[in-house]
């Protein structure tokens, strides 16, 4: 007789390291947010669009804004079993919505109108290694304008993010969109004397750094290095120390108003052309802005602002939120940044061979929706549905009619289908759905033509307040004819 064969082992019920599970409220509110968002996105004329979650590794290119090494950061695999024995494509889960639309705008550029308004909402993946609020799979919230050069394009996003902020929740003077521009950059890096390559990168990456190390930090990293709070010594760029002025006068020429910034920083470029360019592209933003009703209470020009700016090739912006929370610690911080995006010219260019010019911007969705919950304005517990209590299982017909009569009425509704016998299970259940009401029909209801309708709320409210002889009385639940089941509900849930 064989040995029996080695048990196998159950499977583990987790969810896989970097992933997560989203639950009633979690998807709910997420989907009314979204709602919100996408009701501004189609009034200013953008339409959906929805992406297979797989691309080629072909059409999504590099990956990553902050990745070098080719395939990373992305989940990726070879197809098998291809006809004919060759080579399988390798294929990989999109790890944002704006390389699909560059192969979308490039596949379909002779069926899609030019300029091309897009928004896009769903998940995406990215194989990082998860960390605290830092997971796997996340979504994002896209608007893009592919194919219009003109700056018009860069402030209309950038007017209708903060229509999206306010309209998902966001009160006016809770947020702040910062506006800086990449050819302003160029231009002080050619007011420096430094090339396009590593030592430009490496002067971006310091830039970065502005809002943690302030404006001696950035001298210091620019130039000989400097110690951090650990102690360690970081290295510098080796720039002299008049080859950094340039930067620190751009980084720290934001002034008391648009007007100012816009000379500071005219005075920063200096003789650029490209630098006077990124400046005066700047200006006509702020002045769409204004003419869209847009004030300076909403968006600002900010040279601080970087996102990464080797990415982009034009004007770039973030929306930061500015009221406080207070962190883990019980400390008072900023929110912090929500949404950022700017002009990309490039990303088209790799399928069609001809520049074609792009600006769009990218929401956050789980920090929006943390920033809405930190406000109070999402959060709370969501009512379930009315529950049908099941007496007598013979009848199952009955209360089948009675939440198909609430349902009809456009009331959420469902029947209880575990175990009747225990009736005060049943209630523990409503309890644990949330349900506002419970209905409630024996056999002599049934004969009399009557349901006992309780208002759980409200019984909730009397079972830890009122005197036991109050509680006795019931006042939670009343009986009323069969017929007006429906109308009592309402009466209640109103």
């Known amino acids: 007789m064989a040995k029996d064969q080695k048990k196998q082992p159950r499977p583990k019920a987790e969810t896989p390291k970097g992933f997560r599970d989203y639950f009633g409220a979690d998807v709910t509110e997420r989907k009314q947010m979204l709602d919100r968002i996408a009701e501004i996105y189609h009034r200013h004329g953008f339409e959906p669009l ?68 897009r928004y896009a909402m769903g998940p995406v993946w990215r194989n990082e290694k998860p960390g605290p609020g830092r997971f796997r799979q996340f979504y994002q919230c896209d608007a893009d304008t592919v194919g219009s ?19 998902a929740g966001i009160a006016r003077g809770d ?10 950059l160029n231009g002080i890096l050619e007011a420096m004397g430094v090339a396009q390559g590593k030592p430009a990168d490496d002067v971006l990456r310091t830039i970065d750094k502005f809002d943690k190390v302030g404006e001696e930090g950035v001298r210091q990293l620019l130039t000989t290095g400097r110690k951090d709070d650990s102690g360690a010594f970081i290295e510098g760029v080796g720039l002299a120390p008049e080859q950094a002025g340039p930067v620190l ?40 802005l204004s003419a869209m009703g847009v004030g300076e209470d909403r968006a600002i020009i900010d040279p601080s602002i970087v996102r990464g700016l080797g990415y982009y090739t034009g004007p770039v912006f973030e929306a930061e939120l500015t009221f406080e929370i ?12 929500v949404a950022g995006g700017g002009r990309y010219d490039g990303l088209v260019e790799r399928f069609t061979g001809q520049k074609v010019p792009a600006t769009g911007v990218s929401i956050g969705v789980d920090r929006l929706l943390a920033a809405l919950r930190a406000k109070g304005l999402m959060g709370g517990t969501e009512p ?14 009955d209360y089948q009619a009675m939440a198909a009569e609430l349902r009809q009425a456009g009331i959420r509704a469902e029947v209880y289908l575990g175990n009747p ?7 523990k259940y409503a309890d644990k759905r949330h349900a506002p009401v419970a209905i409630i029909q024996g056999g002599d ?41 429906v109308a009592e509900v309402r009466r209640i849930l109103g």
């Open 175 to 184: 947020y702040l969109i910062r506006i800086n521009n990449r050819k302003v």
């Open 384 to 397: 379930g549905p009315v529950v049908v209590t099941v007496m007598d299982r013979e009848r199952m017909a």
């Open 249 to 288: 006068a751009f980084l720290t020429s934001k002034g008391a108003n648009n007007a100012q910034t816009l000379a500071n920083l005219r005075a920063a470029v200096g003789a650029s052309a490209v630098g006077a360019e990124g400046v005066e592209e700047l200006a006509q933003i702020a002045d769409m």
């Open 421 to 427: 016998k225990n009736f005060g299970n049943q209630l």
């Open 149 to 167: 050069a003109s700056v018009a394009a860069d402030a209309e996003i950038c007017a209708m993010l903060a229509a999206a902020l306010e309209h």
């Open 50 to 117: 929805e992406t297979s979650a797989v691309e080629t590794v072909e059409a999504l290119g590099k990956f990553l804004p902050d990745v070098d090494r080719p395939n990373a950061g992305v989940f990726a695999w070879q197809e098998a079993d291809v006809p004919g024995g060759g080579v399988g494509d390798w294929l990989a889960l999109r790890y944002d919505l704006t390389a699909p639309l560059a192969r979308v705008a490039a596949q379909f550029r002779n069926d899609l109108p030019s300029p091309y308004r």
């Open 326 to 337: 207070l962190d883990d610690k019980g400390r008072k911080r900023q929110f912090g940044s």
């Open 445 to 485: 209801e049934a004969a009399r033509g009557v349901v006992q309708v309780k208002d759980l709320i409200l019984g909730a409210k009397i079972a830890a307040q009122a005197s036991h002889e109050e509680w006795k009385s019931q006042p939670a639940q009343t009986e009323v004819a069969r017929a007006d089941l």
